[in-house]
T-cell receptor, first 114, second 111 residues
């Protein structure tokens, strides 16, 4: 158990809808990362937060947004969903979010857009 | 543009033999490399890492080799065990804190 909790584990929705994925980091970790894994793809970095502030941004679509709350949990919001958004979304956390820190991953949320 | 590449989607090795998983990268700014292991229905877990100032790092049955001139790293597992069957991801970082992952290699260790 990595200590990172993601909910829900599975999500099935329709095109055009909006969903929210939730992540609770390991106790004491201040930084949260979101990654997307599509079929046969590696993990694509979406966004990183540190102590409530955005620290780094990757290939995150404008239809997607995220935030980290004062209690350090994070939410990833996906709107106007398309079929291609179907993927496994991972959250990871680390202590300070600095370079070369190892990340601890949650077990992911499997999103299916029908 | 795939900056970290794992060209072998799968690998099958007999129990007790050596497993060698390969990874190539294109970004010369990468200076820290990691391997993660992923079992089904679980998130990736950290396995071993290496800094660019070293060319080898060993941890028990796992050794990672880095060839900076070739922009290539490999993970050796000796001896391979059935419990090593998983998907292995190579990852790299440079000046930024984010990790860039490869597409993974599925290792199957057979009896």
């Amino acid at each position: 158990d990595s200590g990172v909790t993601q909910t829900p584990k599975h999500l099935i929705t329709a095109t055009g809808q909006r969903v929210t994925l939730r992540c609770s980091p390991r106790s004491g970790d201040l930084s949260v990362y979101w990654y997307q894994q599509s079929l046969d793809q590696g993990l694509q970095f979406l966004i990183q937060y540190y102590n409530g502030e955005e620290r780094a941004k990757g290939n995150i679509l404008e239809r997607f947004s995220a935030q980290q709350f004062p209690d350090l949990h994070s939410e990833l919001n996906l709107s106007s969903l398309e079929l291609g958004d179907s993927a496994l979304y991972f959250c990871a956390s680390s202590l300070t979010g600095t370079k070369d820190e190892k990340l601890f991953f949650g077990s992911g949320t499997q999103l299916s857009v029908l | 543009d795939q900056q970290v590449k794992q060209n072998s989607p799968s690998l099958s090795v007999q129990e007790g033999r050596i497993s060698i998983l390969n990874c190539d990268y294109t970004n010369s700014m990468f200076d820290y490399f990691l391997w993660y292991k992923k079992y089904p229905a679980e998130g990736p877990t950290f396995l071993i890492s290496i800094s660019s100032i070293k060319d080898k790092n060993e941890d028990g049955r796992f050794t990672v080799f880095l060839n900076k001139s070739a922009k290539h790293l490999s993970l050796h597992i000796v001896p391979s065990q059935p419990g090593d069957s998983a998907v292995y991801f190579c990852a790299a970082s440079g000046t930024a804190s984010k990790l860039t992952f490869g597409t993974g290699t599925r290792l199957q260790v057979t009896l």
